[in-house]
């Protein structure tokens, strides 16, 4: 079948975006779903800095691809092997495919699913297929997903289903932000009723932490960010204190609010201050994790004696260390019970063709998710 997608070229233009167009809409050709695999109309799709740092060339991809990786979407047809669903079923799309199979899903951390990783990396589905194609070439996929077009074929692997009353718009939320925000607090930290934490970078994911980090019973949560705009949404969601990152008593305040620093700091902002900044405002014996996906080149200078001898933790979080099909299902019954506001994320609903002003937005700070409706 033909379907319309935003297809990105190569990863050398440069922003504004509403003027180099990285992001073209082209019909291209989608082939039918393979086995366990499954044919999505997709109604939303939201635009994330892991779509932004592939098209500024940061996180190098296999060209040319067409991106999106979180989204949902309604099932249109089922691969051989899929006996699960239905067409009809809503479902989220998540950007780890697990296989079931090797170690680290054996272990039960779907998150590092090795096949998966490899799969992502290739611009493949999980199945090492590729289903996108134009003029008879191969156009790569993005993350298992390729979610900025009408259609997608993915791997029943990448695939939770969720109930059809979730607006399209907010379910997509599930599929990213909410997974690594919200899974970062609760599966990595496992930040306790009481603790103290700090949130650093309040883009999607660090504001989904924010809500996280409320629903998690945290006493004192400091948001630190560039932007005083999203500072006052994060004191909006919760966050009982909000600091500038270039504030020159950044580190002084935040510990004498927090009597010497936070239990948990969690870092999404993508950047080597940004994460020493975390590890510096942790308290002894405390935690600093980070989600953050800086260039591959990017090295931390860390101090060893007090990580020794403070018995401090630092830790890494891909997609919250989660299990889709479980906490996707834990996040949403939260966000019913009014506990996740999720909603409160979104900054608009954009045309598929309004893709490039979008990214213009999120990479000027101006927007924390704006989501392609189609």
Known sequence: ????????????????YSHSRPLEIREIVLDPPGPDEVLVRIRAAG?????????????????????????????????????????????????????????????????????????NGAGTLLSGEVRLHEN???????????????????????????????????????????????GAVINTARVQAGQTVAVIGLGGVGLAAVLGAVCAGATQIVAVDLSDDKLTVAKALGATATFNARDPDLMEQIRALT?????????????EKALSNAYRMTRRGGTTVTAGLPGPDTDLKLNIVSLVAEERTLKGSYIGTCVPPR???????????????????????????EINEGFDRLDKGEAIRLIIEL
Do not use: W
Request: charged share 20%.
């Open 47 to 119: 635009l994330c800095h892991s779509d932004l740092s592939v098209i500024n060339g940061n996180r190098p991809r296999p060209m040319p691809m067409t991106l999106g990786h979180e989204a949902a979407g309604e099932v249109v047809s089922l691969g051989a092997n899929v006996d699960d669903l239905v067409p009809g079923d809503h479902v989220v799309l998540t950007f780890m495919p697990s296989c079931g199979h090797c170690l680290p899903c054996a272990e039960g951390r779907p998150a590092l699913c090795e096949p998966g990783a490899r799969a």
């Open 1 to 16: 079948m033909k379907t319309r997608a935003a297809v990105l070229k190569d990863m050398t233009s440069a922003p504004p």
């Open 327 to 353: 906490d996707i299902a834990r996040y949403v019954a939260l966000y019913r019970q009014g506990k996740l506001p999720v909603g409160k994320l979104l900054s608009g609903t954009l045309r598929l063709e």
């Open 259 to 271: 009597d010497g620093g936070v239990d948990v700091a969690l870092e999404f902002a993508g950047s």
């Open 136 to 182: 008879g070439a191969a156009i790569f996929h993005h993350l298992g997903c390729s979610a900025f077009a009408e259609h997608a074929v993915v791997s029943r692997r990448s695939l939770v289903k969720i109930d059809k009353t979730l607006p399209f718009t907010e379910a997509a939320l599930f599929g990213c932000a909410v997974l690594t925000g919200v």
